[in-house]
T-cell receptor, first 111, second 114 residues
Framework: DAGVIQSPRHEVTEMGQEVTLRCKPI?????LFWYRQTMMRGLELLIY????????DSGMPEDRFSAKMPNASFSTLKIQPSEPRDSAVYFC?????????FGPGTRLTVL | GNSVTQMEGPVTLSEEAFLTINCTYT??????LFWYVQYPGEGLQLLLK???ADDKGSNKGFEATYRKETTSFHLEKGSVQVSDSAVYFC?????????????WGLGTSLAVNP
């Protein structure tokens, strides 16, 4: 299996632009998680899905952030409009039980 | 609520030194406990786990024992290598229903010098 796939690996954008991060979970996994990692705040859970349905989005920082999972093999995290404080590494992870498998992350820089 | 507390880093050791990274937790019920490792520029990956009291998880020379009486899950390795330089995260699950969230510690950075 290829593992969790994220794209792009790096994204540089300007303040105010829309950013879309993509994730393909491991086939057969029914849970998908989006995390954000920064030096200041560490690893934060933003939202997670079970069978494509959002279960807990309490970590989504504000309305500028949205996440979708239209099918079992694809999820997006969108930031609109982006701000410099959104600069971070965003991870996607998938699981069937408690062991979560992480993707390589997307490093987002908002100028 | 459930929480995980890890010792603060960075931890700097010489090669072949003994490593301990402390992790304590607060939880209701019977959580499973995990150690994840993050190498530079990569995502987190599971290092070891324990699902019940007195279980010992082990992998790549690392060990951790689930101690319910002290609510601890300390990570140890007898002889570290330069390649062990990474950030280590302790985490717990609450094993309740369909909740699959993990509660994470803040991570402990380890640097091993040759």
């Amino acid at each position: 299996d290829a593992g969790v796939i994220q794209s792009p690996r790096h994204e540089v954008t300007e303040m105010g632009q829309e950013v879309t991060l993509r994730c393909k979970p491991i086939s057969g996994h029914d849970y998908l998680f989006w995390y954000r990692q920064t030096m200041m705040r560490g690893l934060e859970l933003l939202i997670y899905f079970n069978n494509n349905v959002p279960i807990d989005d309490s970590g989504m920082p504000e309305d500028r952030f949205s996440a979708k999972m239209p099918n079992a093999s694809f999820s997006t995290l969108k930031i609109q409009p982006s701000e410099p404080r959104d600069s971070a590494v965003y991870f996607c992870a998938s699981s069937t039980r408690y062991e979560q498998f992480f993707g390589p992350g997307t490093r987002l820089t908002v100028l | 609520g459930n929480s995980v507390t890890q010792m603060e880093g960075p931890v700097t050791l010489s090669e072949e030194a003994f490593l301990t990274i402390n992790c304590t937790y607060t939880a209701t019920g019977y959580p499973s406990l995990f150690w994840y490792v993050q190498y530079p520029g990569e995502g987190l990956q599971l290092l070891l786990k324990a699902t019940k009291a007195d279980d010992k998880g082990s992998n790549k020379g690392f060990e951790a024992t689930y101690r319910k009486e002290t609510t601890s899950f300390h990570l140890e390795k007898g002889s570290v290598q330069v390649s062990d330089s990474a950030v280590y995260f302790c985490a717990l699950s609450d094993n309740a229903g369909n909740n699959r969230k993990l509660i994470w510690g803040l991570g402990t950075s380890l640097a091993v010098n040759p």
